[in-house]
């Protein structure tokens, strides 16, 4: 182990993966060291089935052949989706990663309304004034509000003042909402289902932040379109042979500009009396650095736990119920449709992405704990999933954001994985990081540019 490095990264989680990444192709010396003996830490994808068997403490079943080849199958711990022009599509872009990476798009977008009963429906989320005409999310009238209201958000500019419609930097969305007439069952799929948000507070907030996320939406739709022009299905991408492929790639693009990896040796973090980092120990020896990134279980002092995410690992041998026999598909359930605060989401994926055996499902049931039952809180919307292949893996994961921003003490630390299922969070959390540690905003054009190979990286 060579003594004196720019950067020392702790765990090899895709945030963690992807700054070791970013530096290193920005001349910084990187040593990445994680105490597993595998990549992705808590983003891993786990291989062969019977790993999942292992890891949640359950025995095999005797009739495991039902589930085909074991090594078919890699089931992502935290899953999530791309959204095709958002932030983490860029920056594998920019970055080059692609070149190791194949991705498809998901299927489709969903979203689950309850209408107050015990077995709502699900409905495709309106990915054009088209299809909001033909939507059974909304009655007749309730359409024609709609479509207008999408076609001011499509059209809408910061810079044209024409596109205001006499709102100003101060009305919120509510306003807006009330201003276009919409109903209560409209907001639920916009707020939730298009602009992503987990809760209700983004209502009395500046309506800016909605409309940009809405527009981040359909612009992800015609991100990837074909020749024809033709809408992609989903916003979403999946790559190939799950998420745990992501960090992996991010890892090999750091040693390829001089990053070095050290997996399966355990740490401990030296500081000076002032709290400042000084080096990391392992058995291999001292490697001392002018700062530390990590994830929140290599620095347990400095962090706060602040809240738990519930998630539930079902298989399944049939698509779900009511999206057209989707071989993926996102379906988010917005909270006021299931009496709570926030969102629940459900994430599937199948053979058709090398992460199952064929003709087999996985659907992953996420939400943020809201009460001191988890599990029923994601056992309540099973039924939407239909019948499962076992009984589904339940785990409760504490969440941790860093309670020491690292500007004095040189320790930057990640947040955790939230409950959403996409990127958008996580990408927020790395840019933050990076701004911390370099003192500078992450430039991704500037970054492409000191790659050997700047254009290797396209889908």
Not at 143 to 161: G, I, M, Y
Not at 243 to 271: C, H, K, N, W
Not at 339 to 344: A, E, L, P, Y
Not at 422 to 448: A, M, N, P, W
Request: with cysteine; hydrophobic share 35%; glycine share 6%.
């Amino acid at each position: 182990m060579e003594e004196e490095y720019d950067v020392i990264v702790l765990g090899t989680g895709l945030s963690e993966c992807i700054l070791s990444g970013i530096l290193s192709v920005e001349g910084k010396k990187v040593l990445h060291m994680d105490r597993n003996q595998y990549y992705g830490a808590e983003s891993a994808s786990l291989t062969p089935l019977n790993a999942v068997f292992e890891r949640f403490k359950r025995e095999i079943p005797a009739d495991v052949e039902k589930f085909g080849r074991g090594r078919d199958w890699n089931v992502d711990l935290i899953p999530k989706f791309l959204m095709a022009d958002g932030k983490l599509v860029k920056t594998l872009l920019a970055t080059g990663v692609t070149r190791y990476l194949e991705f498809k798009m998901v299927e489709g977008s969903y979203v689950y309304m309850s209408g107050g009963k015990k077995n709502g429906k699900i409905s495709k989320v309106p990915a054009s004034e088209t299809e909001a005409l033909k939507s059974d999310l909304m009655g007749m009238f309730e359409k024609k509000k709609f479509a207008k209201f999408l076609s001011w958000v499509l059209e809408f500019q910061k810079e044209d003042p024409k596109t205001w419609k006499n709102f100003t930097e101060q009305t919120t969305m509510q306003q807006v909402y009330d201003s276009f007439g919409v109903d209560k069952n409209t907001i639920d799929f916009t707020g939730h289902a298009i602009a992503l948000f987990r809760d209700e507070e983004y209502r009395q907030r500046p309506f800016m932040e909605t409309v940009d996320k809405a527009q981040l939406y359909y612009s992800s739709l015609t991100r990837y379109s074909d020749q024809d022009k033709k809408q992609s299905p989903s916003p979403y991408l999946y790559c190939l042979y799950g998420l745990g492929e992501l960090p992996q790639s991010f890892a090999r693009l750091s040693a390829i500009y001089g990053g070095t990896y050290m997996l399966g040796v355990p740490v401990d973090v030296e500081l000076n009396d002032s709290g400042t980092f000084v080096a990391v120990k392992s058995k291999e020896g001292v490697a001392k650095a002018k700062m530390v990134i990590g994830d929140p279980s290599y620095f347990p002092d400095k962090v706060e736990k602040c809240g738990q995410v519930v998630r539930a690992i079902c298989f399944l041998d049939h698509p779900v119920s009511d999206t057209n026999n989707a071989n993926s598909a996102q379906i988010i359930c917005p909270a006021s449709q299931l009496n709570r605060k926030t969102d629940v989401y459900i994430c599937c994926v199948s053979s058709a992405h090398a992460v199952a055996s064929k003709g087999k499902y996985i659907a992953v049931v996420g939400a943020t704990v809201e009460t001191e039952q988890p599990e029923e809180e994601v056992k309540s919307v099973l039924h939407i999933l239909g019948s499962l292949a076992c009984e589904p893996f339940i785990y409760v994961q504490d969440l941790y954001r860093p309670t020491d921003l690292g500007r004095e003490s040189k320790v930057f630390i990640t947040k955790s994985y939230d409950a959403t299922t996409h990127f958008e969070t996580t990408c927020d959390d790395i840019e933050s990081v990076y701004e911390r540690c370099t003192g500078q905003k992450l430039d991704l054009e500037k970054l492409s540019s000191k790659l050997v190979t700047p254009d290797a990286g396209s889908f």
